[in-house]
């Protein structure tokens, strides 16, 4: 498909006749034996209409005429999924994590908005990127945009659906408590971020999400990893995306990509891949290792609330400290000793004096850690600084079915080194779970190109090295580093490490801000 004095598209085709049907304003150029020109005017309705009509490599008028709002210049990858977005009414942006495809789905959503395509734009996505992501790239792509929102108790949820924002953002299970306000409020367009949280069409959620959507409903659904544990995972996503292209029932797809082993066990198929790919149409997917404008390392915060119980004993434990602290001299030492409580509350174990272990309910942050590791490509490091809270990580896991391994300093060297080889070399483990202080110098663990940090370290050494196991010769894709983080002094001490600040010598006047001394 050629574009034309940036007025009009030429399209060659063995179909002449699909488009003149759909497209008065189009005109036969020269026919030959088996291909015809056709000549299209290039604007919205056209390029929507091609697109419909599942022609390849449409190119949006977007384009041409849109002037990419925002503090940033899109990367060329990013131009290209929200220029695949735009004339796309109901499709999937598969782009690996860290390649910035929520700014792609702000412009493209923008740009709908100026043309008075849409007016209302519901992002659905999980509780830890509502603020931290979402929120905080509508602020830097369509700051001239209204954003709002929507959590908390059932009358602030409906009071926010129903306000003037023309992006109103929402977390997976408060769809379900708001749903009719939501289905009353007559949203155009819903973008679904980390869409494998639709994978089932037996759950709440799901039967919740299909019953909004009108016939004229936009749909853009998100995910880097469409099938992340296995192929049948496609079906609910394609259901709910393009039910036309999708089997009417489950047993039918699971038919078409996997095959019986015994009487409970299934086995993807050699052309599971390929199947899945076909039914997830029309969609876009750039790889990180795809996108060489990315920078070599992307940061990325997520939050994780506290739960109840962890913020009465964070409340409980700050006002101890304030008390001990008031009128006295803080020596480092000090401040680092009761900012590691701090930090062991926010990640689920503190240990007292008597050296016992207090376990906390951490069901939001390990909730984040799976929902960062599923939509990972590649293999994952996860770097936990509390030797306890390993354990309960890598009991989490195996409950999901995500194989991974420990590394902390009760594991012998020889034993490391294993894991270290069959990480790097096999299929599994998918994640290594890992002491950061037992992140040697030297080890290369490139087989993973995304990096969780659990809980922050209090020393910047730690950090680097730690961050420096997948940053090394043999890694041939863009990094991604999480932040997870519930509490004001895990963000604050992230934010210390990223700047490569001494923390050494800032940790007394993180610890008085803390206090609020």
Known sequence: MQVVDN??????????????NAITKSKVIKKDNEFTKVLVNWGFEEAKILKELRFKNVPSP????????????????????????????????????GTGKTASAI??????????????????????????????????????????????????RKDIINSDAEYIIINYD????????????????????EANAYKSVTTKRWKSMQRLLG?????????????????????????????????????????????SVGRFKWIPKDDAESTVFNMLQPAVRFTKAECLDLPPVTHVNREAPLTAQQEKFYKKLKQDMYMTAAGEEISS??????????????????????KEVIEFDVSNRLTVVREVIEEASNKVLV?????????????????????????????????????????????????????????SHGVTLTAADTIIWYAPVTSLETYLQANARIDRPGQ??????????????????????????????KLVDLYKKELEL
């Open 333 to 354: 030492v000090n401040a680092a000793v009761n900012l590691n409580k701090l930090l062991q509350i926010s990640g689920g174990a503190v240990y007292t004096d008597n």
């Open 383 to 439: 770097f936990v600084p509390f030797k306890h809270t390993i354990q309960l990580l890598s009991e989490f896991l195996d409950k999901h079915k995500i194989t991974s391994e420990i590394i902390n300093g009760s594991v012998p060297v020889n034993k490391r080194a294993q894991i270290f080889k069959s990480f790097q070399e096999t299929k599994h483990p998918s994640v290594l779970i890992i002491q950061p202080q037992a992140a």
């Open 107 to 156: 412009w493209a959503s923008d740009y709908l908005i100026k043309l008075g395509k849409i007016k209302k734009v519901l992002v659905v996505c999980p509780l830890s990127i509502m603020h931290s992501a979402w929120q905080a790239d509508l602020f830097k792509f369509a700051l001239h945009r209204t954003v709002n929102i929507a959590y908390g108790t059932r009358e602030k």
């Open 215 to 259: 016939n004229n409903t936009w749909l853009w659904m998100m995910t880097g990893t469409p099938a992340a544990q296995s192929p049948v995972d496609a079906f609910g996503l394609g259901k709910l995306c393009v039910p036309d292209r999708c089997p009417r029932f489950f047993g039918r797809f699971r038919d078409m990509v996997m095959y």
């Open 476 to 505: 041939d894709s863009p990094m991604t580093v999480f932040h997870i983080s519930g509490s004001p002094v895990e963000s604050k001490l992230y934010s210390m490490l990223q700047s490569k600040l001494k923390n050494h010598t």
């Open 7 to 20: 007025k009009a598209l030429l399209v060659n085709t063995k179909y002449p006749d699909r488009i003149i």
């Open 174 to 193: 408060g769809i379900e408590i708001v749903e009719e306000d939501i289905k009353k409020a007559g949203f155009d367009l819903i973008i679904i971020d």
């Open 62 to 97: 977007m384009e041409r005429d849109y002037d990419w709002a925002g503090e940033f210049r899109p990367m060329e990858h990013q131009k290209i999924t929200a220029s695949f977005l735009s004339i796309t009414k109901r499709g999937f942006c598969f782009n690996e994590q």
